[in-house]
């Protein structure tokens, strides 16, 4: 099995950042869903398993390919509601 590198909270912070402002940085994301994605960022153990360190490795994986972010760009979820004032990606914080 091949060795990884415990990731750290701030590389799991930027991971995470990164696919979302990639994902959902236009004006018609759903500012709701993007805020509660931002609270999903993973966090390793100080002495992680051989499987969270391969869940990591999948992770880091499939927030990075193009494909994937197109198609959860694309999901009805992660549009803005009809209706709802547009308040544009300069309100995502992280």
Do not use: H
Not at 12 to 20: C, P
Not at 32 to 39: E, K, M, P, Q
Request: glycine share 8%; net charge neutral; charged share 30%.
């Amino acid at each position: 099995m091949p060795r990884y590198v415990t990731p750290s909270a701030e590389d799991g912070r930027r991971l995470i950042n990164d696919f979302i402002d990639e994902t959902f940085g236009d004006l018609s994301a759903n500012l709701d869903f993007v805020a509660t994605l931002r609270t999903a960022v993973p966090e390793m153990p100080a002495d992680p398993s051989p499987e969270q360190l391969g869940a990591w490795a999948e992770l880091s994986k499939l927030v990075r390919d193009a494909d994937f972010k197109a198609r959860v760009a694309g999901w009805p979820s992660t549009r803005r509601p009809r209706g709802r004032p547009g308040t544009g990606p300069a309100c995502i914080t992280r």
